[in-house]
């Protein structure tokens, strides 16, 4: 068995590829009940060998970009978030080993006035080693003696499209992040998919409503943007009624603006990911084994019953330090079953779900012993 990570809440889940599964629960005696289940959702390009090993071959030569570690510049992003050249990090940053030889998981930190006073604050704290991708920046604005007045709040004056372009221009400019040399990163490859012409973009607004007797329309404080690392696929693979062309991968990030520009952001698990050259196509395995294993792994998860089971095919990583090595993975989502909350047996509409998991297994056999991608020495 292979799980490759922690359960999750079956509500993290984003897009999943499936087939139609029952609405009403199935429950299961054994594992190879479950097998069975499995079979009849799982869609017919992970289930088809040599459709699967196609997939497999093309995720294992997708383009990856120069790693954070080379490309991202914290003097840089001082000059560019404080506006002060005297602004320095921390002390500590200096100490990027733990005492047992490992690189530091910790951040390096750099800001300006007292977090906890009432004045401007603003901080930036990227990871030691960078290969583990995190970077994160905080700005407050002095805290005003009297609450402003719901309507006097400040609203940011940047439409959807323009939030959504001046993030991915600061990721890249700035930050070094592989956004494509169209919004100032340092190479052509991006790992940032684009949502399709015309497609909803990926910004939130943090809106907030007065009440009372005075009740007033929501006011936008804050947008928010919001981005999922993915790589493309050299050609399209068939799902269904659509092509799979991105396979998303570790990492994500998201930009705030307010009224006075870039309030806040964090990147997280941007990991420094390598190609595996011990690893190829011909390693995937077989629909038979990854179904037993996965039908295996749930039922000893306690997994006794659900309404469906649904897929999505990710770019996950085998964590070697602070490296990751690529590895091709489905995702799988335990849709759990329901109960009807009306003890006396009345008809009603009021369901809760039970808990659900969401797992990853990886699509290829590793080989044991391999050493690729280990940290030398230094």
Request: aromatic share 6%; with cysteine; proline share 8%.
């Amino acid at each position: 068995m292979n799980a490759l990570k922690h359960a999750l809440p079956a509500t993290a889940v984003g897009l999943f590829l499936a087939a139609a599964g029952s609405v009403h629960a199935v429950n299961f005696q054994s594992a190879r009940e479950l097998s069975a289940f499995m079979k009849e959702r799982m869609p017919p390009f992970l289930q088809n060998d040599e459709q699967r090993k196609r997939l497999v071959g093309q995720m294992l030569r997708v383009p990856i970009a120069r790693p954070l570690a080379q490309t991202f510049d914290p003097n840089k992003a001082i000059k560019e978030l404080f506006g002060d050249g005297s602004v320095i990090p921390s002390t500590d940053c200096r100490r990027t080993g733990t005492p047992v030889g490992e690189r530091d998981p910790g951040d390096c930190t750099a800001s300006i006035g007292d977090e906890n006073g009432r004045g401007a604050f603003s901080r930036l704290s990227y990871s030691k080693s960078l290969g583990f991708g995190n970077i994160k920046f905080v700005k407050r604005s002095p805290v005003p003696t009297q609450p402003p007045a719901t309507t006097d709040l400040p609203s940011p004056k940047l439409t959807d499209a323009e939030a959504f372009d001046t993030a991915l221009k600061f990721l890249g400019g700035v930050l070094g992040m592989p956004t494509g040399r169209k919004y100032g990163a340092p190479e052509d490859i991006s790992e940032i998919p684009l949502p399709p012409a015309g497609g909803k973009l990926p910004v939130r607004n943090m809106n907030i409503q007065g009440g009372g007797d005075g009740r007033t329309n929501p006011i936008t404080i804050q947008k928010v943007v919001f981005v999922k690392r993915g790589f493309p696929l050299a050609s399209p693979i068939p799902v269904g009624n659509f092509q799979l062309t991105y396979v998303p991968g570790p990492g994500s990030a998201i930009v705030m603006f307010d009224s006075n520009g870039i309030s806040g952001l964090a990147v997280e698990d941007w990991q420094d990911l390598r190609l595996d050259p011990t690893m190829s196509e011909e390693d995937t395995k077989s629909a038979d084994a990854l179904i037993e294993e996965i039908a295996e792994d749930l039922f000893n998860d306690g997994v006794r019953s659900a309404e469906d089971l649904k897929f999505n095919v990710l770019i996950s990583s085998e964590q070697r330090n602070q490296i990751g090595l690529l590895l091709p993975a489905v995702q799988v989502s335990v849709v759990p079953a329901r109960k009807n909350l009306d003890e006396k047996g009345q008809e009603g509409l009021a369901f809760q779900a039970t808990g659900g998991l969401v797992k990853e297994y990886s699509l290829v056999n590793r080989k044991e012993g391999s050493n690729a991608g280990r940290p030398r020495p230094e």
